[in-house]
């Protein structure tokens, strides 16, 4: 039985492909069409998906798609009709696209696959809450599902057991606390849907100050965690932006430009967004856990991905433990809809362990032989070392210990917005220097950006707060107490981001300023050869922990072939280069020439 889950139009569209209940392929379409976020539809990914397979279209027994767009046309309609006239030029420029395309998906999938059966229309919150529990290790679980917004849905909340999903509770558009803080994300100049990593990031530099007005101002909050925004202050209903006039009056500011200069404003504006998702989060848990008495609790939406708040839910032990879908936005929303036909509409049996999920280390995507990388090197005549793995393993290690900095790629790419050790670029952890180098000369980004480390399952609890593994990157946890480095009273006088370059710890590059870290354990039994290079590192230089950081620059998404991942590396000050079983070192490489071919080139890998 295969079925294909499809994610398109809103952003990040996304293919995966279950077959007999597994997870065989899923990645985004920004992959293949080198546009960040792409949302249009996943063609490619669809491709890549069946051909993994090695299937075509017509081998499928099922698509699933993962919302129901008559629902969101009716949500868009009604929405422009309560705010009339002022949603007339919104209006004008939506309208086209769903006329064309958007409300006639059944026969959109039908022509741009190629497949004459069966298409399935889940709703968008439940393509989350499957995404999230169908692929956990729970067989009886609470779910929870928050983001900007679906079809009306903004929020929800339910059950899970064995192979059903069961909703008990919403909150439905405008009200959404993905919505609330994508507002701050544009006010304070990044970009909506992208750079609210920026603004949780940017959080520890700033003081709460701004979290009493949020509370009594743009919002209702209630102890069960429910809540309702005032949207005078708001423009997304109807609008082109995310905020209006009364915003910045009631802030004294406009928004800031992007791009502008940070100001100590913005970080405090970032603290307060994220203190109130914080107690969000918390409030519904516990009104979660009071309702269903479900030991464990498992999140999916594009708040999910907000480490910090997964967090604090984590260590109030609310919950016996919880599981985040790592791709937890709308690209997840493909493996939901496609884990929901399985299970909930074909009524498969669904056996899990408690301990063990079904989601493969998220290693879904593409993958290239070391015979293929030969090729690619030969072909264009890049000078290369093939050493064994044992060497590779050896010699990596010892480059991380000198402060290089090294493009990693190996194996299947990772499926979410997070690299896993496939599709990373690595450092010493302990470099003082790193954080610096890596923001400003490799990722050529933002430098208060704070990088996560990749740590020893095993070891994790020697250098963190935190007991159980977190192999996606979806928490954050301190880093031990004895391992950290007080600052000096004259240190502590500083505000901001003169804070920065403090020496927090004894792995300081991956220490952010309030001594916290997000976290991604690595296992020996999902990613053996990246276990192996830390623990190798580990037995060398006594350091469990690695720096990890996806493999792209600011503004393009993680590189998917040898082609993208030489590329990357020749355009940024990286030192080396390990693709499959072949080292490249920068000092080496003839210089780049992007000539007329490079594309086509470039498309046919």
């Not at 009709?81 to 209006?91: D, E, K, N, V």
């Not at 996606?472 to 003169?498: C, H, P, T, W």
């Not at 920068?586 to 470039?602: A, G, I, N, V, Y």
């Amino acid at each position: 039985m295969k079925i294909l889950g499809i994610s398109a139009y809103y952003h990040d569209s996304a293919a995966a492909l279950v077959v007999d209940g597994n997870i065989v392929a899923a990645s985004q379409e920004e992959r293949f069409s080198r546009k960040k976020h792409d949302h249009r539809f996943p063609i490619n990914a669809v491709k890549y998906c069946l051909n993994e397979a090695g299937i075509d279209s017509s081998k499928l027994d099922y698509v699933a798609f993962y919302d129901k767009p008559f629902l969101k046309f009716e949500r868009l309609l009604e929405t422009y009709l309560t705010y009339a006239p002022i949603g007339i030029q919104s209006f004008i420029k939506a309208m086209p696209l769903w006329i064309k395309e958007k409300l006639w998906m059944k026969e959109l999938i039908k022509n741009e696959i190629g497949f004459e059966g069966k298409v399935l229309f889940p709703e968008h919150h439940e393509s989350h809450a499957a995404s999230a529990f169908f692929a956990s290790p729970f067989q009886d679980a609470a779910f929870l599902t928050i983001d900007g917004v679906g079809e009306w849905t903004t929020t929800s909340y339910g059950t899970g057991e064995g192979n059903k999903i069961n909703l008990i509770a919403d909150i439905k558009f405008p009200h959404s606390i993905g919505l609330l803080y994508s507002a701050f994300t544009y006010y304070t100049g990044f970009k909506v849907n992208s750079g609210e990593y920026k603004v949780m990031g940017l959080a520890p530099y700033g003081e709460p100050k701004y979290v009493d007005t949020i509370l009594n101002e743009l919002m209702d909050l209630k102890e069960d965690g429910s809540f309702k925004l005032n949207m005078k202050y708001f423009n997304f209903a109807a609008g082109l932006t995310m905020t209006n006039g009364k915003f910045h009056k009631l802030f004294g500011r406009e928004p800031r430009q992007p791009e502008g200069k940070l100001t100590q404003m913005d970080m405090d504006l970032a603290r307060s967004v994220q203190d109130v998702t914080d107690e969000v989060m918390l409030r519904l848990a516990r009104h979660i856990k009071k309702e269903t008495n479900k030991d464990y609790l498992c999140l999916a939406g594009g708040v999910a991905l907000n480490c910090v708040a997964n967090g604090k839910v984590l260590r109030e032990n609310i919950f016996k433990d919880i599981w985040i879908q790592p791709a937890a936005g709308d690209a997840g929303g493909a493996l939901g809809a496609a884990l929901f036909t399985w299970y909930q509409y074909l009524n498969n049996e669904r056996i899990a362990d408690n301990k063990n999920d079904f989601q493969n280390g998220s290693y879904l995507g593409p993958e290239y032989s070391n015979e293929e990388i030969k090729n690619f090197l030969e072909k264009r005549k890049f000078p290369y070392k093939e050493i064994n793995e044992e060497e590779l393993i050896r010699k990596s290690a010892d480059l991380i210990a000198e402060e290089n900095v090294i493009g990693w790629f190996q194996g299947r790419m990772e499926f979410g917005p997070r690299a896993l050790g496939n599709r990373s670029i690595i450092g010493d952890a302990r470099s003082t220097k790193m954080q610096s180098i890596m923001n400003l000369k490799i990722k050529y980004r933002e430098s208060f950006r704070p990088f996560a480390p990749s740590v020893l399952e095993e070891k994790v609890s020697n250098y963190f707060e935190i007991d159980r593994p977190s192999p996606y990157m979806l928490l954050v946890a301190d880093v031990k107490n004895e391992r950290q480095k007080r600052m000096s009273d004259e240190e502590d006088k500083l505000f901001g981001i003169d804070k920065l370059n403090i020496v927090r710890s004894d792995i300081p590059a991956i220490t952010h300023i309030d001594y916290s870290a997000r976290i991604q354990t690595v296992s020996k039994e999902t990613n053996p050869l990246y276990h192996k290079l830390i623990s190798e590192f580990d037995k060398k230089y006594g350091c469990g922990v690695i720096i990890n950081t996806s493999f792209n620059v600011r503004g393009e998404p993680i590189v998917r072939s040898p082609l993208e991942a030489y590329t990357c590396f020749m355009r940024t000050e990286m030192d080396y280069l390990v693709l499959g079983n072949f080292l490249l070192d920068k000092k080496e490489q003839p210089e780049l020439k992007e000539d007329k071919d490079w594309r086509k080139e470039f498309e046919l890998d």
